[in-house]
Each structure stands twice: as C-alpha cells, then as structure tokens.
C-alpha cells in the first residue's frame, strides 16, 4: 500500500498535503487548549508530510532518462 | 561573443543552436524592448494605486501589445535563419494539435476580461474592498519564548486570511463563471469531440495541478515560520550585519534572492525564505528596507534563469536533455551581469532614499 503511494507522484503529494492540512489545526486546538495528545498527532503529521517527498526520491529515485 | 560563436561553431550541434540564437537575438531585440518598458513603466504607474495590480495589468497591456506588434512589418512574417528546434516542431504542442477551438478570440479572452474587472473592483471600489475584507480565518495560537529569549505573543487568529480580499478569490470566482459559461455552451464537450482525446474533468485537473505545486509552497511557509518565530534570521541577520558595511550588504541584497532561487528553482520560495532575514539585516545596518526587499524580489527573479530545476525543465521541454550544462553557460554570464546591476542600483537607491 505504502509502496504504491510513494511510486505515484500525484498520491504521495496528495497525502502530503492533506497531512500538512490537517497539521495546523491540530497543533493550534492541541498547544492553545493544552492537549498534548493532539498537538502531538499534529506534529506528527507536520513531520511526517515534511518527510515524504524526500523519503520518495531516495527509495524510489528517478530513472535517468 | 563573436569568438564564443565561432567555437562553438565547430560542432554541429552547437553551429545549430548558435544560428538560432543568433537569428532569435537580432530579431527579438526591438520587442523586448517594448515589451519590458510597457512593463516596467506600467508596474511604477500602478504600484501607487494597488501593488497587487501591479504585475498583472502591466502584464495584460504588454500583452494586448503583443497584437498591434505582431502586425508590424518586422514580426509580419516568420523570421528567417532560424533552424527549427525540436520544440518547434509541430507534435511539441500535443495539446494544440490542428483542432479548431470551439470558441472565438474574444470568447478565449474573455475570462481575463472578467478577471480584470473584478480585480480592479474589488481593489479600487474602497466601500467594496472594505467590505469584502471583513471576514477572515487564521488559528489561534499561544505565546512561544525561545532560550534565547525571542518571544512571540499569542495570537487569536494567527496571520489571518482574509478569503474574500485575497487575490485568489478573485481568480475563484472568475474560474466558475467561465466554467459555468463553457459548460453551459458546451465548449468542453466540443473541444474533447474536435480534440479526439481524453481529457480529464476539472476537479481531477485542479488536483494534478494544485497539489504538487502546493507541497513545496507549504513546506517553505512553515519553515520560514520556524526560522523567523525561532530566532534564526535575527541571529543570521546579526551575524551577517557584524561583517558586512552597509552598503556591502546593500549592493549584495539581490545576491541573496538570487542564492534562494538557485536553491529552491522558486522566486515565491526565495521570497518566502529571506525576505524576512533581508528586513531585518535592512533594520540592522539603517538602510531602507523596502529598498532591500525590492532588490530580495529583483534577485528572486534573477536567479531563476539559472535554477536547476527550471534549466533541466527547460531543457527537457525543448528536447535538448544532456544540454543543461550548455544553457548555464549561456545564462551565467548575464546573470551575473544582471546581479551586478541590480547591486548598483540597489546602492544608489539606499543613497537616495536615506
């Protein structure tokens, strides 16, 4: 599944920026309201879409065209 | 020059390009001369009135201009001497290919017609303009102190968007109407008929689009807000003002736009990532800081022509992969003339307005 993502462009970009998205609300409610559960998981997300464009290119490199 | 054409001259290929780019210089002279002065003196008439104007009406006269050009005898008919390059050629344009469109001139300018009055209403209409910049959206968020003890206040709603005074609001609301109107009329239809291909539907087009180009611009905003709420560019900004006189770093400003392009292939992404550490060095050293951003935005643009990213995507569109070495050579020269120029005027400008 994660494989199948991350060898096309538009899906891994998709996730991307769904979870760049989702990120700042949940780091606003989860720091302003004090729920570190929630500022945590908006963290994660922030890391974790700032991560997969370059994780893409080293596991699925370009071909040399 | 004359001696770079003839080396490059002794191979074939490079005898190709070079008579290219000979034939393209002598004629294109005259017209990027007008074209650049209706820009350049346009943005100066229209900065005063609105800035966000201020690149696309000078833009939409150069192009309006381009008609009555293209009528003059020099441009009237194709230029002779240049040898067709791969982009030239006919099934470079796939999305061209012979097909009628299924509107008519006017009908194709059309949304940018609406475009433009809708921009011009909602900038220069102030009871209209006041209005529609009353809702805005932005996340609550609190006060950060760092340990070396830069802080930022909490704020209710952070950097706010106002939705409906955003330019793109604008372009939004014109993009459904002339949906709305092809639709209605049936011009997709037709064009998918005449075109014989395809094409995808408008949400999963604005999706192919929108998003890969939305990661990078996002990911630059937040870590420019990293950098700026962390204390990084006030300590790079000290930093640099320690070592650097004045007007060293005045006439270096454009250096640094440039740097941020070459690195990022994005002049927004250069904007994004120095802009602020540019203020704050401006403030630092008593220069006038729209003076320095100005010359942050000049070297933005400046250094795209040398952007990896864009010299491979160039290349790759014109069907000279492998040449990417060849096209720097080429634009380094006058990009490094550009900054030099940029850099005095960035200077003289500091002087003047000081």
Known sequence: MIKKILQNRLSYLSVSF???LASLPLISFGTTNDWRIVSGLGMVALSVAAVIPPLQRILFPAKPR | MDDFYTARARTSAGASLDGFLTAVHSAAWPLVLIIATIQGVGQILTVPIDPILAAFLPATAALIALYPLSRWSRYREPAQGITDRPAMREDAHLDEAGAEPPMGTLGALAPYGLLT?????????????AWLNQPMFGFAFPAVVTGMGISTPAAEQYSPLHMFAHPGATITVTALATWSVFYVNGYFTQWKLRSDKNLPGVLSGLIGSAVPASVPIIAFLILASIMKLSGQNTMLALGIAAIAPAYVFAFLANGIGILGA?????STSSQVLFSELQVNLAKAKGLPEATILAAQSAGGAIGNAIAPANVVMGASTTGINGQEGAILRKTLPW???AFVLTGIATVILALTVR
């Open chain 1, 18 to 20: 769904i979870l760049f």
């Open chain 2, 117 to 129: 009055v809708l921009a011009l209403g909602a900038s220069l209409i102030e009871p209209l303009r």
């Open chain 2, 262 to 266: 070459f690195i990022t292939s994005s």
């Open chain 2, 335 to 337: 990009t490094l003339m």
